[in-house]
């Protein structure tokens, strides 16, 4: 099982997560989490401040901070490529319930498939989010739509 500082990496490296949510993460963590709060790289990050070039380095800190903590961390191990499935499946759920836009689904596909080495768990989303832009809608990706259903139906057996 993934410790949380490898969770919080594997959906950073998804592009689930921004640099700034890692900032907010590590600030909640500080407050709730003894072991966390002693780290030093996560200290650092918590200590970021939006609108700083220096955000664009949280993302690293967080891999010091896995890499410290755990020097054998690997993000295609299948504990991790496990925890991004779940992840995804999680997203994927909520672009279907909370009306994301097609594109706030299909910007992932690039990033999981660098971060786990073109997964077979993702299936075809390559495919059906080809030719997708920011200003997409979901009607023009009614095939999308579709495909995410069949995917969350097919994938319900992932554990978050």
């Given amino acids: ?11 950073s490296e998804m592009e689930l997560l921004s640099d700034g949510d890692l900032v907010r993460w590590a600030r909640a963590a500080i407050r709730e989490d ?7 790289d996560i200290v650092e990050l918590a200590s970021l401040q939006f609108g700083n070039q220096r955000l ?7 891999r010091s901070a896995v890499i410290r903590a755990n020097p054998d961390f690997d993000l295609k191990a299948p504990s ?7 992840a995804f499946l ?8 909370d009306g994301l ?17 073109h997964p077979a768990w993702l299936g075809d989303f390559y495919n ?15 095939g999308l739509v579709e ?6 139906a097919a994938s319900s057996d992932a554990k978050p």
Avoid: K, N
């Fill in 80 to 86: 991790a490529q496990a925890h991004g499935r779940a």
């Fill in 34 to 40: 003894d072991d966390i709060g002693g780290e030093p």
């Fill in 147 to 152: 495909y995410v259903e069949q995917f969350v």
């Fill in 101 to 117: 836009r097609p594109y706030d689904l299909c910007r992932l596909v690039s990033p999981i498939e660098q971060a786990f080495d």
């Fill in 1 to 11: 099982m993934l410790s949380l500082l490898e969770q919080r990496l594997v959906e």
């Fill in 90 to 97: 999680q997203f994927c759920g909520r672009f279907l319930t």
């Fill in 128 to 142: 059906h989010c080809d030719w997708c832009e920011p200003e997409s809608t979901r009607s023009h990706f009614a």
């Fill in 56 to 62: 664009a380095e949280a993302r690293g800190l967080l």
